[in-house]
């Protein structure tokens, strides 16, 4: 199921314009956005390092098409049909082209006027495009050694993974499922997370899936030697975890790179009747405290927030959102922020929103965004521009991967402009608007698994109909057997000239009786069952 969100598919959307967005922002009294950046390649994850934004690209696939592998069975309900104005693809439904087009890009001025410039500092780093979107370099983060980041890269084969030679014939240079580690922009495979999960099995569902999608830095000593117990944090859409990547610089490869060692952070397993949690954003507060950011099947309602402490342990939970693909917080964890890529109704209807909800007062407030995905709040600087939660101003700065869906050559039908993928920031007011959580009414788990046993009746039934007319076609018409009253004296007279004394002549009759009507032959046929007419033995609607 990752794959309707995850995956980035930009099935059954409506785009909103940048019109409608300014719009939306003036109502709270906030201004309109500013495009810090355009002609992004399906950006992702937002991090920073010191004083400049990193945007993980996902690229946009290649020139190397494929027939997409078959996919497994599953719950989630099929993509409707795309409306007017979805970005364009150059795969179609059953295809998958790749190449190396996804990468890492650092904007120097993010606080600046509006038109910065985004600069490739990593390139050239493997992607996997389909009709649903592109999959790729999905999260960066920045490690305590200079030039030194973490890339969290996805896998693109559905609900599995990538098979070997799919990128490369060189096993060992493999990059999907794995965390990546770019040294001056030199790329190295470090960890291979699709093989934690075929070890481990976090979510217990027993299939072999991993889409890494989000990587933070923890550093549990922060006024300590910079990289000395720093570990890594990643969301794993795929896997349903949170694993927790910990270098061991005692022991180097080759290529001075340290060993690692994988464990399970946290885990959401697989309830079959529940929503998957998926989880696919990630931040910190001061404090230590972990929140996490789930998709939820982009069930509208289904997507939810998580606390935890230092060990993995849940200690808050906030629910009622819809398809999580972003996620910040404040330092000291009282405003949070999330992504809904499809806004609040989830596809096909609805346009993206940025949320911040305020974890003391249980409430809300929200900006339209189109298509958003990473989040990352203003730095603390002295300006008087309000960028920054640490600013005197009223007006908190906060920046989101836009047109997340978006290649870096696509059009938004809507505006004027070519946009690509944009990076923008935005501002909330602290005398927004606020309503009571939850943004959405969550789904009602026994309503949910009431219609699941509704829906599994009547696949039942209509596997009884089939036996049952599968049978009749085999058998032919069942005849009703008579039967024999002893009170009643035999009627059947035998034909002499008829040497089987079974066989009788029905026209010869005893004058002293009553003649008797025989009953004509009666198909039998199942009883009513009360659902809805699918067939023999089913009432009319």
Known sequence: MRRYLVAAGSFTLLLASATGVAGAQEDQEAGPPVVVADGLDNP???????????????????????????????????????????????????????????????????????????ERIVDGLYSVESAEGSIGSDGVAATGFPGVLLIAQGEGTPDALAEPGTETDDPAAETEEHLLLSVEGEVFPWVDLGEAETEQDPDENGVADSNPNAVIIVDPTPDGDPGVDEYALVADAGANAVWKVTPDF???????????????????????????????????????????????????????VVRLDADGEETDRWDGFTGLNGLAVDEDGRYVYVAQVFGNDGPPAGTGSVVRFDTEDDTWAAIDVPYPSGLALGQDDDSDDGNGPGSDDSEDSVYVSAYSIFPADADDPATEEVEGGQVWRIEFRDDAEESPLPVTTPPDPAATEAAADAEDAVTDDA?????????????????????????????????????DPTVTDPTVTDPALPELIVPEPVVLLPADDGTADQGTGDAAP
């Open 44 to 118: 992702r994850q937002l991090n920073w390092s010191g004083d400049t934004l990193l945007v993980a690209e996902a690229g946009q696939g290649g020139d190397d098409c494929a027939p997409a592998p078959a996919e497994p069975p599953t719950e989630e309900p099929p993509p409707a049909e795309t409306p007017e104005g979805e970005p364009p693809t150059d795969a179609d439904g059953d295809t998958l082209c790749d190449g190396p087009t996804a990468g890492i890009s650092a904007i120097a001025d993010s606080a600046g006027a509006e038109g910065s410039e985004a």
């Open 250 to 304: 005692s022991d180097l490869d080759e290529n001075e790179l340290p060993a690692a060692t994988v464990t399970v952070f946290a885990a959401f397993p697989v309830v079959e009747g529940e929503t998957q949690f998926v989880p696919s954003a990630l931040d910190q507060d001061e404090d230590g405290n972990i929140y996490v950011g789930g998709v939820g099947g982009v069930v509208p309602g289904g997507a939810s």
């Open 463 to 499: 596997a009884t109909e089939d036996a049952v007319t599968d049978d009749a076609a085999t058998d032919g018409p069942v005849t009703e057997e008579p039967v024999t009253d002893p009170t009643v004296p035999d009627t059947t007279v035998t034909d002499p000239t008829v040497t």
